[in-house]
């Protein structure tokens, strides 16, 4: 059986041990990076199924691997910080980060957000290759973040920016940004032209409310 693998980028010896050993009792597979580079390098030789990204790093934030990573790649990428300022909560989301968990925090419950984050992903390629009959699933790398991809998802099921911000803990004012965001990739001005556009190229997958999203 293949265990999931987790990239876990975090200088603080005692923090990375820790982490991984809660990690590794839940059978994940971890990879351990202590820089931004040495993470990066990793990425270009494995294929980790989430990322656990420290913010202070010794050579490089995190901020900046977050944003490096995301010019290729859509691995879930789950933030690790004792910064709880709201922009840098805000600027970790619009990098593309799928998370955010401040330190301190308790293993068990990072263990358990990595694993809801992982179900997401496996459920959305389910529903994704399922509607499609066979075919692969259409992927939203090189086109959406994963974040962006929940939000265009609940936008396509009514919710409003309201509901859309309580639904993924983010603030009215973040979710706002990411559809500006999501207009300026696919060229339109609405949420009613971008769910348009995105079902014209077959990629909104319709699900019930309170199913796994992507």
Request: aromatic fraction near 6%; charged fraction near 25%; glycine fraction near 8%.
């Amino acid at each position: 059986m293949t265990y999931p693998t987790v990239l876990l980028v975090e200088d603080d010896d005692h923090i990375r041990a820790i982490v991984a050993g809660y990690l590794e009792n839940e059978r994940f597979r971890v990879l351990e990076a202590v820089s931004g580079r040495t993470a990066l390098q990793i990425m270009d030789r494995e294929s980790p199924d989430l990322i656990l990204l420290d913010i202070l790093l010794p050579d490089m934030s995190g901020f900046e691997v977050c944003e490096e990573i995301r010019i290729s790649n859509d691995v879930p990428i789950v933030i690790m910080s004792g910064r709880m300022d709201a922009d840098d909560i805000i600027l970790g989301f619009e990098l593309g980060a799928d998370d955010y968990i401040t330190k301190p925090f308790d293993p068990q419950v990072l263990v358990m957000r990595v694993k809801a984050r992982l179900l997401r992903n496996r459920m959305a390629a389910c529903t994704g290759a399922a509607e499609t009959t066979g075919e692969p699933a259409v992927r939203y790398a090189g086109l959406l973040t994963s974040r962006e991809a929940e939000i265009v998802t609940l936008m396509e099921r009514g919710f409003t920016n309201e509901e859309i911000a309580q639904q993924l803990s983010l603030t009215v004012g973040t979710v706002k940004w990411f559809n500006s965001q999501i207009f300026a990739k696919l060229g339109v001005k609405s949420r009613m032209q971008a769910v348009a556009k995105l079902r014209e190229m077959g990629r909104v997958a319709v699900g019930r409310l309170g199913d796994p999203i992507l």
